[in-house]
């Protein structure tokens, strides 16, 4: 005699809890790729910037302390101006893709695009 | 409902359930970022005591800095031997500047933490420029590693006019001072940036980009693949600056006194020990491709050079672990 295990239905109700397990658990992970800025001062996150969603010229002054310009146009993000001697945060160019940093040493000012894949960049 | 459908989809909801909690209460990193020694530190730290090693770490790059390598700080050992000709060192720290005084022999003095003179009159950091050929001349006659001496417990200069900087090392010491936190707070995984050079610990792979050393903003050109041990990189792109149309980077030759000019742009090393990977990276930069993956073989280290034609050059062990992402460069040799 065949005995059958699951009916039609059984399997569908499996199916149907998987998929859902499956996508709380890649939601929950942050599946998602968008390219955000984040502006720190000292450590502390002062605030982000969702590259995809910026079009036009956004300027951001973070620093109460310290004289910095960073503007974000166009799905990208640079220290434009800063009181600093050396420059080097500002010429550290055009920060897009995940992954990319760019450090204003005297200022203690950071602008990283979060969600690389990688564990570290060495530089 | 039939009852087996209900028990069944009881049971999956059951499992759904497990799956959310699981991945909740999952050991997540803690991370942190902060200045310290002059640079951006980052670190990742996952499993045992994260929240109390992240605050060691923290006061150890402090401590490290103000008590042994700060140039500036009237505690510290490097400036007690600046100003005096002498510094007491404890044991670990004799240990570190015994390491690379030995670097500096085994390199013929491509590496080389007396050249403080030299690198002042440079002022990269500062406001670069070239400097005056006489004074250049005379400040590179006060250094080279028979400019010191180091005991178990002292280290004193030969040369009174030797400046001793440990900038091209500091990064990696505080490497190996962050792994003993690591191991005291039974981490289980961690990556640490300081300054850009990289501790990986624990357990597991990690992906290891290297910079586009023509990106500037931190885009990498390859990725390395590699369990435990430490990676730092030295590049011309770092710091520099321009002068009558030529650039001048701050990877000082301590034979000539003036920025290397070997056709390198970058070079990276992977090595167990922080100290190692960051002097190494340095010396091996200087000593270009041949005598460089001569030194690093001989203290067991990982080298790859990367040229300005967008060459990479590195031995058949490290191709195996290492992925070339930009299309621009390709291996050479």
Partial sequence: MKIKLFKKGDLFVIAAVIAAALAFYFIGRGGSTKPVAEISVDGVTVQTVDLSSVTGRVEITPNDE????????????RFEHSDCEDKLCVSSGTLSESGDIAVCLPAKTVISVTGSELDAVVY | MRKTTAVIAALAVAVLAIIIAFDAFRSKPLESSFFSMNTLVTAEVEGGEAENCLAEIKSTLENLDYNILSRTAKGSA???????????????????????????????????????????????????????????????????????????????????????????????????????????????????????SVLLYGEGEFAVGIRNPRGGSGSSIATLGITEGCVSTSGSYEQYFEQ????????????????????????????????????????????????????????????????EDNLIYTEDAVRDIITVTDKNYKFGG
């Fill in chain 1, 66 to 77: 310290y004289n910095i310009l960073i503007v974000a146009e166009n799905g990208t993000i």
């Fill in chain 2, 78 to 196: 490097v400036y007690k031997l600046n100003q005096s000709g002498e510094a007491l060192l404890d044991k670990q720290t004799a240990e570190y500047f015994s390491a690379l005084a030995d670097i500096s022999r085994q390199s013929g003095g491509a590496f080389d933490f007396t050249l403080g003179a030299v690198s002042d009159l440079w002022d990269f950091g500062g406001t670069p420029s070239m400097p005056d050929e006489a004074e250049l001349a005379r400040a590179l006659s006060h250094s080279g590693f028979e400019k010191i001496s180091i005991g178990d417990s002292k280290i004193s200069l030969n040369d009174k006019k030797a400046v001793i900087d440990f900038g091209a090392s500091g990064k990696g010491i505080a490497l190996d001072s962050i792994k003993a936190c690591l191991e005291a707070n039974e981490t289980k995984r961690a990556v640490v940036s300081v300054g850009g």
């Fill in chain 2, 244 to 307: 009558n149309g030529k650039r001048y980077h701050h990877i000082i030759d301590p034979e000539t006194g003036y920025p290397v000019d070997n056709g390198l742009i970058s070079v990276t090393v992977i090595s167990e020990s922080g100290l190692l990977s960051d002097a190494l990276s340095t010396a091996c930069f200087v000593l270009g491709i041949e005598e460089g993956s001569r030194l690093a073989e001989h203290y067991g280290a990982k080298v790859i050079f990367i040229t």
